[in-house]
């Protein structure tokens, strides 16, 4: 038997509230039903947008919840060989291009219809090999090229909670970023490589990354990576039923307790007591 491995995988760009506890108390549970393992991943890739006071929120807030995790906490921002390492994989394997594409030559190539996200044109697809080596001192990310990837793997699935036997569709995500201009490296692929170094078993997370799913699928299968099953938990919404997010300042969980708030009566709010 394979011990349960889950995750909670926060990134620190502000404090959390109660979507993120909810999600982190269904991992927890998760493990604790199955007698296995719980660990916190630090997603902080993002160095414009991270700040070290909201890595210190996060182990308060959860603390105050009554979570236990492992120790030490994988942080992204340490780690950044392992990604580099994956990307060279996929370079090698000829499955991802350098994107020259500033968000201004996207957007006036997209033709996606008003409001949703653009899919990635493809335009640095098409450059020739010349021109791509003559551009490549001016900054660029490195964009997954999906139709060539799933040629080489063939048809993915993976197993969903919710929905069972999902086929995987990386397609209609179009040429993700894989590596970042200013990250060299993205969620896509950070995710994908420490899920599986950790040796997640069930990654426990919102519904709104149910399509990336299809990407990391992708990813797993061309770095002969190991497929986790899948937990897609639907989001907790407002009072006027739309999605909770930083964003829309949701409460935090600092401000409730500073309100007085006690965790029992937000777990019991959630449903976990
Ligand atoms: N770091 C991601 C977020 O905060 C979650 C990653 C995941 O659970 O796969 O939205």
Do not use: N
């Not at 000829?94 to 957007?107: E, L, Q, S």
């Amino acid at each position: 038997m394979i011990t349960v491995v889950t995750r909670f995988a926060p990134s620190p760009t502000g404090r959390l509230h109660l979507g993120h506890a909810f999600s982190a108390l269904t991992a927890f549970r998760f493990a604790g039903v199955h007698g296995g393992r719980f660990l916190l991943r630090i997603e902080d890739i993002d160095t414009g947008r991270c700040r070290a006071e909201f890595v210190d929120g996060i182990f308060e807030d959860l603390a105050w919840l009554g979570l236990t995790w492992e120790a030490p906490v994988r942080r992204q921002s340490e780690h950044m060989e392992d990604y580099a390492a994956a990307l060279a994989r996929l370079q090698a394997a000829g499955v991802v291009y350098p994107c020259f594409c500033t968000r201004a030559d996207i957007a006036a190539a997209a033709t996606a219809p008003h409001g949703a996200q653009p899919l990635y044109p493809g335009t640095c697809r098409a450059l020739d090999a010349q021109t791509r080596a003559r551009r490549m001192a001016e900054p660029h990310a490195w964009r997954l090229d999906v139709a060539r990837a799933a040629a080489i793997t063939g048809p993915l699935s993976w197993h969903d909670a919710v929905q069972g036997e999902i086929a995987a569709t990386p397609e209609t995500e179009g040429d993700v970023v894989l590596a970042r201009k200013d990250a060299g490296t993205s969620y896509h692929l950070s995710v994908t490589v420490d899920d599986a170094l950790q040796g997640v078993t069930d990654v426990v997370r919102g519904e709104d990354l149910f399509s990336a799913t299809h990407i990391h699928r992708l990813l797993q299968g061309l770095l002969s990576l190991p497929t986790p099953r899948y937990h897609h938990h639907p989001l907790l919404t407002g009072p006027e039923g739309k999605r909770l997010a930083k964003r829309d300042r949701a409460e935090t969980l600092a401000e409730l307790r500073a309100r007085g708030v006690p965790p029992e009566a937000i777990k019991h709010q959630l449903g976990f007591a």
